[in-house]
């Protein structure tokens, strides 16, 4: 089950990272660029810990600092309760 899980999984970052990939070509990914999603990301954890419904895909950009965020386990797990309230888990099963 978990290799069917993961292989799920990989097929659908693959579609992530062609976007990314996109955007990159086209010069929407600079550091000023990510650097201009920190707040909206901030805004984003806040409402993520209130929403008590399914939360809306965030932008790409957005997507890509969330993930980022997510690289560091310890860091985000407490970042996530001190903006949030409560650890935020990202089910990229959409």
Same mark, same amino acid.
């Given at each position: &089950? +978990? @290799?069917t899980d993961l292989v799920s999984a990989v097929r659908r970052q693959r579609g992530f990272m062609r976007q990314m990939? #996109? +955007?990159e070509h086209a010069g929407a990914v =600079? %550091?000023?660029h990510l650097a201009a999603e920190l707040e909206p990301y901030r805004a984003f954890l806040q409402q993520a810990g209130s929403a008590d419904k #399914?939360? @809306?895909v965030p932008g790409l +950009? +957005? *997507?890509l600092v969330w993930h =980022?965020? &997510?690289l560091h386990p310890q860091r985000y %797990?407490?970042?996530c309760r001190r903006i949030a309230g409560r650890?935020? *888990?990202h089910d990229d099963d959409a």
């Amino acid at each position: &089950m +978990l @290799q069917t899980d993961l292989v799920s999984a990989v097929r659908r970052q693959r579609g992530f990272m062609r976007q990314m990939l #996109e +955007l990159e070509h086209a010069g929407a990914v =600079t %550091a000023e660029h990510l650097a201009a999603e920190l707040e909206p990301y901030r805004a984003f954890l806040q409402q993520a810990g209130s929403a008590d419904k #399914e939360l @809306q895909v965030p932008g790409l +950009l +957005l *997507d890509l600092v969330w993930h =980022t965020h &997510m690289l560091h386990p310890q860091r985000y %797990a407490s970042e996530c309760r001190r903006i949030a309230g409560r650890f935020v *888990d990202h089910d990229d099963d959409a």
